[in-house]
């Protein structure tokens, strides 16, 4: 198919879901969902915005073909929900690219799509394919930029580490393996994920599963999201054991030294627990964000 006709990316306006009218496979029809954001077929829309258009036309020039294009859309709320979370300069880069349509774009030889968009200044290229055996194999640029950060975690994450967070979901025995490109060339990125794809088919004895419409490249991309969702869960989810832990052996401590007569000596443990908890909070937040694999949710 051909792909649309680009023009320069003006400010969105993300305050409502969009709808889009077209023939064929409906662009409004909902492909799959998750608990926080699904995937629309957004290749009938009006908006012809597309961002970093000269890297889709590297791929276009390397034998990729369109396949249409995606909007990524909240299932509860609207994206300017999701942006009042962040300051005012972040709030307005995130609305001038969220409704942008994603262009999908199929491998020459069918094992693989890419897609390209914004990613806090800089650009998102991603090159995915789909093994037999469900599993996933992903050989992603390297961010030029760390990602924004909602207010109430940016003064908790301060020191980003881009390597470790772009491949903090990527579990190879659990059936999806991440890999970064650290290159601006879209060549060497498509030469990687070949490379990338044929040891991890290797690995683990399987082929790969062909792209053939865009209703597949939503499906996978849906369940890597829904991934990275179950990834970030499973974080938070030993922030509060870890937080309780603290608590309950800080309250065990003072009422064991109380029922020992050790009144004074109670109270000033409690005092030195009340003020030490948020240095323990904050630790607990800003340290335990990256799990360890052998811990990290199975994709397939």
């Not at 198919?1 to 400010?11: K, L, N």
């Not at 393996?177 to 004895?205: K, P």
């Not at 030195?272 to 964000?289: D, F, H, N």
Request: charged residues 25%.
């Amino acid at each position: 198919m051909a792909g649309p006709e680009y023009r320069d990316i003006a400010p969105g306006h993300c305050t409502r879901r969009k709808r889009f009218q077209g023939g064929g496979l409906a662009s409004d029809t909902l492909i799959t969902m998750s608990d926080l954001a699904r995937l629309i077929d957004a290749t009938d829309s009006t908006d012809t915005r597309v961002d970093y258009p000269e890297i889709v036309e590297e791929f276009l020039a390397m034998g990729f073909t369109w396949v249409g294009r995606v909007l990524l859309e909240p299932t509860e709320g609207t994206h300017e929900d999701t942006a009042a979370n962040y300051e005012p300069e972040l709030k307005a880069k995130y609305l001038a690219h969220c409704d942008v349509p994603t262009p999908i774009l199929r491998a020459p030889d069918g094992s693989a799509f890419v897609d390209v968009s914004w990613f806090w200044d800089a650009p998102s290229v991603r090159i995915r394919s789909e093994l037999a055996d469900g599993s996933a194999v992903e050989t992603n640029r390297r961010w030029e930029n760390p990602p924004g950060l909602p207010t109430q975690l940016a003064r908790f994450w301060r020191r980003f580490d881009i390597g470790r967070d772009m491949t903090k979901r990527s579990t190879p025995r659990g059936g999806r393996s991440i890999e970064i490109a650290a290159t601006r060339d879209s060549a060497t990125q498509w030469s990687q994920h070949q490379q990338h794809l044929e040891r991890y088919a290797a690995q683990r004895g399987t082929s790969v599963s062909p792209v053939t419409d865009l209703e597949q490249t939503i499906d996978i991309a849906q369940r890597l999201f829904n991934h990275d969702a179950a990834v970030e869960r499973r974080t938070v989810g030993l922030w509060i054991p870890l937080l309780l832990a603290y608590g309950i052996a800080g309250v065990a401590l003072i009422v064991a030294l109380g029922l020992a007569g050790q009144r004074s000596t109670a109270i000033r443990i409690a005092l030195l627990l009340a003020l030490m908890t948020p240095v323990i909070v904050y630790t607990v937040i800003s340290k335990v964000r990256i799990l360890p694999e052998r811990w990290r949710p199975p994709f397939a």
